[in-house]
C-alpha cells in the first residue's frame, strides 16, 4: 500500500515538473527607467553659514552672484551660495535724521534699470526715526544718496524702520515699515523716490498691516518682509525680542493675503493686524540657535525656497551673534510653508546660482 502512495505521488511530480518546463516563461517585467542623473553637484554648508555680525540680512540676486546687505551697511557676495565675503559697503552718511543715528535693516529692490536701497535712519530709543532711499547701477555701488522719504512723525507712524517695498502683480510699488508699533503699508510712486501723493497723503491713507500702534509691544511685528506665490501675497514678520543675546526671542511668523495691502491672516483665520500673539510661528529658537528673525527670502535656480536671517549661538553659554544663517523653506499642499523643525539645522543645502555659460 505504501509503495503504491508512493509511486503515485513521484508521477504526480514528475507531471507537474514536466507541465512547468512544457509552459512558455513569463516575461520579465519591465525594469523602471533610472533616475537622471543630478543636473548639479549639491553642497552643504554649516549654520550659521558667516559668524560675523550680519544682523537684518537682506538678499539680492544679481546675475550669477548672490549679495547680502545688512545693518551698519556691510555688503556681502557668494558666488557660489556658500561661501560668502564682504566686499564693501553702502558708503551712505545720512544727516537728515536724530544725531547720532546709523544705517539699519537695508532693503534693496531693482526699479527699472536702478537698484533702490530703502534703509531706517535711527538709534536705539529714537524717538522719530525715518527711512530714506539711494540708488545705484550695481549691488556694490557707488551709491547716490536721496535723502530722506519720511520721518516717524511726518506720517503717523511710531518708530518708522524696517521698510520692505516690493512691486505688486497689479504693477504697483508698495512699502510696509514699523517696528512693535503697527506695521503699515502705502503705495509709492513709480520711480520708487517716494509715496504716491505725497508724505501727507500716505499719513491719510496708510493700511495697518501688522500688529497695532500703542507702546512697544514684542508680541506683534517688525522686519516685515512680502512675496507672492500661487495667487497669495505671503507676509513674514519677526516678534520677541532681537538683541539680548542668548535672553533673545525673536522668532519668524506669516500670514497671507490676495492683496498686497492685506488683510493678512494666518492658517487660523486670525488678522495680523491689531493683534499680537497671531501669525503661524516658522522658525524659531532651537539647540544651539537662540532668536532667529528679521529675514529676506532667496528663490534659488531650481526653484527651492529659503529663507536668510540672523540668530545668536550659544557657544558653551556665550551668545554670539548676530550671526548669518539659512534655511529651506517647505510648502504643504495647502500653500503654508515651514522651516523643518521651526528651529535652524546644523546644516543646510546651499541654494544652487546656475551659472550663465551652463
Not at 158 to 172: A, H, L, T, Y
Not at 309 to 320: A, C, I, P, T
Amino acid at each position: 500500500m505504501k509503495r503504491s502512495i508512493l509511486a503515485a505521488a513521484t508521477m504526480l511530480c514528475a507531471s507537474l515538473l514536466c507541465f512547468a518546463g512544457c509552459t512558455r516563461p513569463e516575461p520579465p517585467a519591465e525594469e523602471p527607467d533610472p533616475e537622471p542623473p543630478a543636473l548639479h553637484e549639491t553642497v552643504s554648508v554649516n549654520n550659521p553659514v558667516v559668524q560675523e555680525d550680519m544682523a537684518d540680512p537682506h538678499v539680492l540676486r544679481w546675475e550669477d552672484s548672490l549679495y547680502i546687505f545688512t545693518t551698519g551697511q556691510k555688503i556681502y557676495r557668494s558666488d557660489d551660495g556658500a561661501a560668502w565675503k564682504q566686499v564693501g559697503t553702502l558708503g551712505l552718511s545720512p544727516k537728515w535724521g536724530t544725531p547720532g543715528a546709523g544705517v539699519w535693516a537695508p532693503d534693496i529692490v531693482k526699479i527699472g534699470d536702478k537698484l533702490a536701497v530703502y534703509y531706517s535712519l535711527s538709534t536705539w530709543g529714537d524717538e522719530n526715526p525715518g527711512i530714506g532711499v539711494a540708488t545705484a547701477d550695481h549691488p556694490e555701488g557707488p551709491w547716490t544718496d536721496h535723502g530722506k522719504l519720511f520721518l516717524s512723525k511726518e506720517v503717523g507712524v511710531e518708530n518708522s524702520i524696517d521698510p520692505c517695498v516690493f512691486r505688486g502683480q497689479d504693477g504697483k510699488l508698495y512699502m510696509i515699515w514699523g517696528s512693535f508699533r503697527g506695521c503699515y503699508g502705502a503705495e509709492l510712486t513709480d520711480d520708487g523716490l517716494g509715496f504716491y501723493g505725497g508724505v501727507e497723503y500716505a499719513r491719510d491713507h496708510k493700511v495697518l498691516i501688522s500688529g497695532k500702534p500703542g507702546p512697544w509691544d514684542g508680541s506683534t511685528f517688525e522686519g516685515s518682509y512680502v512675496i507672492y506665490r500661487d495667487g497669495w501675497y505671503y507676509y513674514f514678520g519677526s516678534s520677541g525680542t532681537c538683541c539680548e543675546g542668548l535672553r533673545s526671542t525673536y522668532n519668524v511668523r506669516i500670514g497671507r493675503s490676495k492683496n498686497p495691502l492685506g488683510p493678512y491672516e494666518d492658517s487660523a483665520g486670525r488678522a495680523l493686524a491689531g493683534n499680537g500673539n497671531v501669525g503661524d510661528l516658522i522658525l524659531g529658537s532651537g539647540g544651539a540657535f537662540v532668536g532667529p528673525g528679521h529675514n529676506s527670502i532667496l528663490i534659488d535656480d531650481d526653484g527651492t525656497y529659503y529663507i536668510f536671517y540672523h540668530v545668536w549661538l550659544n557657544d558653551n553659554g556665550e551668545g554670539k551673534g548676530r550671526y548669518f544663517a539659512m534655511s529651506v523653506l517647505t510648502w504643504n499642499e495647502d500653500g503654508w510653508c515651514t522651516v523643518k523643525g521651526r528651529a535652524p539645522s546644523k546644516r543646510v543645502k546651499a541654494p544652487y546660482i546656475a551659472k550663465t555659460e551652463e
